[in-house]
């Protein structure tokens, strides 16, 4: 009876420890894991708004410094002459007549179908003059003219080519057909660009 009498405090100690365990467990803890990780929640916001703190920080001068090279590349001769998107059009479109005439010797090798402007629905940095192209040519004469092309002061470029083959038989008097040399059927996008910079809406 001594012995029951001297455990019934450690006992009861030990009960009341299981009971505030089960409480713990039962009504606080959760609390106490939500809480921890509303708090590493709010360390990663911290940082970054702290990231874009510091990239606000730098805008302005990756702004003025984007104006410099604006500058520096609207003197340079690749691009072309105009300066309004009428002008660029009538440019464009003088300087591919003059390539393609400098490598016909007859209109049977190479024709202009069609070129009409088109307007640039994406502009990016420079505005893009782009001149919308069809034409029947022969391969080596078509060759020649994209590599003056090319070589092309004020830069020029060729987008979205596609090419077609199209034959054309001839008849000679004895009743001999005879094949003319091959005609391609070409469309393509030439494009260049004006000197004029454009600023993107989230530069303004």
């Known amino acids: 009876m001594n012995l029951d009498s001297r455990l019934s405090p450690w006992l009861a100690v030990m009960v009341l420890l299981l009971v505030l365990v089960i409480m713990y467990f039962l009504f606080f803890h959760w609390f106490f894991v939500a809480h921890a990780g509303l708090n590493e929640d709010v360390e990663s916001l911290n940082e970054s708004r702290q990231q874009f703190v510091n990239e606000a920080a730098r805008t302005p ?115 001999k057909q005879s094949k003319a040399p091959e005609n391609l059927e070409i469309r393509f996008d030439l494009f260049a660009y004006l000197k004029n910079p454009i600023e993107p809406e989230d530069e303004k």
């Open 61 to 175: 001068d990756l702004r003025k410094k984007l104006q410099e090279v604006k500058a520096q590349v609207g003197s340079n001769n690749e691009f072309l002459q105009a300066d309004s998107k009428n002008l660029g059009n009538a440019e464009i479109t003088s300087i591919f007549k003059n390539i393609v005439n400098g490598q016909t010797a007859q209109t049977s090798e190479c024709q202009i179908i069609s070129q009409s402007p088109t307007q640039d629905r994406n502009p990016q940095q420079f505005e893009k003059i782009t001149l919308r192209v069809r034409m029947r040519c022969q391969y080596e004469v078509f060759a020649k003219i994209v590599e003056l092309i090319e070589e092309n002061t004020p830069s020029l470029f060729i987008n979205d080519l596609r090419v077609e083959t199209r034959n054309v038989n001839r008849y000679r008097k004895n009743a």
